[in-house]
């Protein structure tokens, strides 16, 4: 079964950056797009970026537009989303995500900033961004 479990949240000054790992386990993202969401408090889940299987970022925030970098190491099943000059508005639980891919999904991205159509989410890392 999918796991995925994210890590590298805490607390950034404005300006700061952070570095934020899923990790993977039961299936290899080989053959699984990884999306990143974010929820503000009192805010709806948003998506963030996904990143194809071969390594293509898509971006899906206006806000957070030239400020993310997403990669991925597939010798430890883990993808990983960099925010850099990160701003109070980026404060939130931060979730990432995938889906079984459909019959004939080549591994790209479409789709997958949707939250409704992803199948399998890790808990959630608390990215606080405060002075």
């Known amino acids: 079964q999918l796991h995925l479990v994210e890590s590298g949240g805490g607390l950034v000054q404005p300006g700061g950056s952070l570095r934020l790992s899923c990790a993977a386990s039961?299936?290899?993202?080989?053959?699984?797009?990884i999306a990143w969401f974010r929820q503000a408090p009192g805010k709806e889940r948003e998506a963030v970026s996904c990143?194809?299987?071969?390594?293509?970022?898509?971006g899906y925030s206006e806000s957070l537009k030239g400020r993310f970098l997403m990669a991925k190491d597939d010798a430890k099943n883990t993808a990983y989303l960099q925010i850099n000059d990160l701003k109070p508005e980026d404060t939130g639980v931060y979730y990432c995500?995938?889906?079984?891919?459909?019959?004939?999904?080549?591994?790209?991205?479409?789709?997958?900033?949707?939250?409704?159509?992803?199948?399998?989410w890790g808990k959630g890392t608390l990215v606080t961004v405060s002075s």
């Open positions: 995500a995938t889906k079984d891919p459909a019959p004939g999904e080549t591994g790209s991205c479409r789709g997958y900033g949707v939250a409704g159509v992803m199948n399998y």
């Open positions: 039961g299936v290899s993202l080989d053959f699984y797009p």
């Open positions: 990143i194809s299987t071969g390594g293509y970022n898509t």
